[in-house]
């Protein structure tokens, strides 16, 4: 994988929302001179609020097992426990989906995510083995899949690209596909 700066290519046409009005794609660490990233579909905020809460489901009920056992001060493990399950499903959610995005070029796939560490990866195409559309669950529920790249290589052999609506999910794996076998007739 390489990390290159890039003037804007064209992407393939999602029907995706793009970034709100007002609200940057990704500010953080952007130059002018790197392409707009494409941001992710809404939905996939609420899939990861969702993992989020399944996550954090054993402390929830182990709390309020350690409530009804009698503890000197009603609420003293229940109420920082749901304060913070609060706070945590609120804003982590939200701060992961808003710090990734991808660029689709010509030639290359950029997929950026991270909130403490940023990531950015560029995947071209000529180095493309195979590509997979997957959906669990939570994904097919709201109508999203992840887009993976698998390239030669042992470092970042596998790119993830989720939170795409299904059917962009597919038209990227198309697009990547017949660019991918122009390149090697």
Request: aromatic residues 4%.
């Amino acid at each position: 994988m390489q990390c290159t700066m890039h003037a804007p290519e064209p992407a393939v046409p999602s029907g995706e929302p793009a970034v709100p009005p007002g609200e940057p794609a990704l500010a953080l660490g952007e130059s002018d001179q790197e392409a707009p990233l494409t941001a992710l579909h809404p939905a996939y905020a609420k899939v990861l609020r969702l993992n989020l809460l399944v996550t954090l489901l054993p402390f929830l009920i182990g709390a309020i097992v350690l409530e009804a056992t009698g503890l000197p001060l009603p609420g003293m493990v229940l109420a920082p426990v749901v304060l913070a399950a609060g706070w945590a499903l609120w804003r982590l959610p939200r701060r992961r989906f808003r710090a990734r995005g991808y660029d689709l070029g010509a030639d290359r796939l950029r997929v950026v995510r991270g909130v403490l560490v940023r990531v950015d990866t560029v995947v071209p195409f000529g180095r493309v083995q195979h590509l997979d559309v997957e959906q669990g669950l939570l994904e097919r529920l709201h109508g999203l899949a992840t887009l993976t790249l698998h390239t030669a290589g042992t470092h970042n052999a596998s790119v993830a690209l989720p939170g795409l609506a299904h059917a962009t999910a597919l038209a990227m794996r198309e697009a990547i596909r017949a660019q991918v076998r122009r390149e090697t007739m």
